[in-house]
C-alpha cells in the first residue's frame, strides 16, 4: 500500500511539473524589412579580390523563437536571413579575373548571396521590464553563393561562373534589452560574433515599442544592422563583403 502510495504521489509531481512546464512555454514569430548598402570584394581562393560597385537592395529575415522554463535546457531560436546583391565592375585592358576555371575580362558583374541560416541555442539570465539579457552560441549556415557573369558590349550576359556556399560558422550570441516600466519603450542590442571565423559578425542595436495584449504581445522595433563576413578560403572563396543599413520590424510575443 505504501509503494501504491508512493507511486501515486511521484506520478502526480510529475504531471504537475510537466503541467506548470507547458504553462510556461512561449514563442516569439517576427520579421524584419532590411534596406541595406553592399559593399566587399571576392574571388577565387588565391586569386586577387575584386571590388565591385553593388547597389543597395531590400533585404529581409524572418525568426521564430521557444521559451520555456525548464532548468538546464537552453531555449532556441532559428532566424533566416535573405541577403542577395548584384554589383558591377570594369576591369582595366590587359587584366582579368578567373573564376570557376573560366576568365573574364572588361565589363563584368557579380551576384553576392550571402543568405543564411542562424540556429541560436541561449539562456535567460535576466528577464523584467527594465533589464532583460540572454545568452549562448549560434551555428550561422550558409547557403548562398558568388557568381560572376561577362557582360557583352549591351551589358548582356554571355557566359558565368558560380561558387555556392554550404558550409557555416560557430558564433557567441548575446541579445540585451533596457527598458522603460510603463511605457513599453525599450532599447534593445543583439549581436553575434564568429568564434572559428573571428572577423565574421552579425549585430543589431535599435529602439522598441511593446504593446501588451490579451493573448500576445505586439513589438514594433526601428533599428541599424551590420553583417560582415570578412573570410579566407571558405568553401573556396575569399571574400571581404559587408551588408550595412537601416531596418523595421514587428514581433509577435504569444
Not at 549556415?141 to 557573369?149: A, E, I, L
Request: net charge negative; glycine share 12%.
Amino acid at each position: 500500500m505504501k509503494k501504491t502510495l508512493l507511486a501515486c504521489a511521484l506520478l502526480g509531481s510529475l504531471a504537475a511539473t510537466s503541467v506548470q512546464a507547458a504553462s510556461l512555454v512561449g514563442f516569439k514569430v517576427g520579421g524584419d524589412y532590411w534596406k541595406a548598402d553592399t559593399s566587399g570584394t571576392f574571388a577565387e581562393n588565391g586569386q586577387p579580390q575584386q571590388d565591385f560597385n553593388y547597389s543597395s537592395d531590400a533585404q529581409g529575415s524572418v525568426w521564430v523563437a521557444v521559451e520555456h522554463g525548464i532548468p538546464l535546457i537552453p531555449n532556441f531560436k532559428i532566424r533566416e536571413n535573405s541577403l542577395d546583391s548584384g554589383g558591377n565592375a570594369s576591369l582595366a585592358t590587359g587584366t582579368a579575373m578567373n573564376f570557376g576555371g573560366k576568365e573574364f575580362t572588361g565589363d563584368i558583374s557579380s551576384n553576392t548571396d550571402l543568405s543564411n541560416t542562424d540556429f541560436v541555442l541561449y539562456y535567460e539570465l535576466l528577464d523584467n521590464d527594465m533589464v532583460a539579457l540572454d545568452l549562448g552560441a549560434a551555428y550561422k549556415k550558409m547557403h548562398g553563393s558568388f557568381r560572376v557573369n561577362q557582360l557583352d558590349t549591351n551589358g548582356v550576359s554571355r557566359q558565368n561562373s558560380e561558387k555556392e556556399l554550404d558550409s557555416g560558422i560557430v558564433m557567441a550570441y548575446a541579445d540585451a534589452q533596457v527598458g522603460v516600466p510603463g511605457l513599453g519603450l525599450y532599447g534593445f542590442a543583439e549581436v553575434m560574433v564568429g568564434i572559428d571565423e573571428s572577423s565574421v559578425y552579425d549585430y543589431s542595436v535599435g529602439l522598441g515599442w511593446q504593446f501588451d495584449g490579451t493573448a500576445l504581445d505586439t513589438k514594433v522595433r526601428v533599428g541599424y544592422r551590420d553583417f560582415s563576413f570578412d573570410v579566407n578560403d571558405f568553401d573556396g572563396v575569399s571574400t571581404n563583403s559587408q551588408f550595412k543599413g537601416y531596418f523595421a520590424g514587428v514581433e509577435l510575443v504569444f
